[in-house]
C-alpha cells in the first residue's frame, strides 16, 4: 500500500515544481554551486514529501468525504505513511547535520515541526488563518535550506521566503476551489500584488 500511496502523492509531476521553487529560491543572497545546488535539491524533496504525508494524514478524515477512492482514506491502518514520515523527517535531520556544522538548522527544523503538530492538534475546521500558517512553513522550508548551505544576504533571503509563501498560497487559491482563501478574492488579489512587488525588488537584489 505504501508504493500505492506514493505513485498516487508523491509523484515527479506532482513533486517536481515544488522542489523546483524551493531550491531556487533557497539560492537567493547565495553563490551557486553545482554540489550546492544538488544538495538544496535533496533536501527540499525529503522536507516537501514529509509535510505532503503528514498533510494527508492529517486531513484523513476530511479526505474521506471528499476523495474516498485516495489510497490513505482505504487503508485500514495508516501505519506505514506515519512510518514514511516520520523517516523523511529523520533523513533530512541527518542531512542537515551532515551538511552543516551549525545547529540553527536542526533548531529550525525541530520547531517547524513542532509548530506545524501544534497547528494539526489545536486547528478546528478549515480556516483562512489555519491555512496560511500552514503555508508558511514553505518559507520555512527555504529558511532552512539555505541556513544549512552557509550565510545568505538577510534581506535578500527574506524577500525570497516572502515571494515564496505568496506564490504557494496564491496556487492554493486558484487551484483548491474548497480554501478558505479562494472564497476571498480580496485577499488573493492582495497577495498577487504583494508578489509582484516582491519580485520585483528581489529582481533588483539578485
Known amino acids: ?3 500505492a500511496y506514493c505513485a498516487e502523492r508523491l509523484t515527479a509531476e506532482r513533486m ?3 522542489v523546483l521553487l524551493l531550491t531556487t529560491a533557497a539560492q537567493a543572497g547565495r553563490s551557486m554551486t553545482l ?3 544538488g544538495m538544496d535539491a535533496l533536501m527540499a524533496s525529503l522536507l516537501s514529501a514529509q509535510f505532503r504525508a503528514w498533510d494527508d494524514l492529517a486531513d484523513r478524515d476530511r ?4 476523495h474516498p477512492n485516495r489510497v490513505l482514506v482505504r487503508m485500514t491502518d495508516p501505519w506505514p505513511v506515519k512510518a514514511l514520515c516520520a523517516l523523511l523527517g529523520v533523513i533530512a535531520a541527518a542531512v542537515i547535520a551532515l551538511r552543516t556544522n551549525s545547529v540553527l ?3 529550525l527544523l525541530i520547531l517547524l515541526n513542532a509548530a506545524v503538530a501544534l497547528c494539526y ?3 478546528g475546521e478549515r480556516s483562512l488563518a489555519s491555512d496560511q500558517l500552514l503555508l508558511a512553513r514553505y518559507a520555512a ?3 532552512i535550506i539555505s541556513k544549512s548551505a552557509g550565510q545568505a544576504r538577510a534581506f535578500t533571503l527574506a524577500l525570497s521566503m516572502a515571494a515564496v509563501f505568496l506564490a504557494l498560497s496564491i496556487y492554493e487559491g486558484l487551484h483548491d476551489r474548497t480554501s478558505p482563501i479562494a472564497r476571498r478574492p480580496v485577499v488573493l488579489t492582495g497577495e ?3 508578489l509582484i512587488g516582491t519580485l520585483a525588488v528581489l529582481g533588483g537584489h539578485l
Open 1 to 3: 500500500m505504501i508504493r
Open 16 to 18: 517536481a515544481p515544488l
Open 35 to 37: 554540489i550546492g545546488l
Open 63 to 66: 479526505d474521506a468525504r471528499l
Open 105 to 107: 538548522p536542526l533548531m
Open 121 to 123: 492538534a489545536t486547528r
Open 141 to 143: 522550508f527555504v529558511l
Open 192 to 194: 498577487s500584488i504583494l
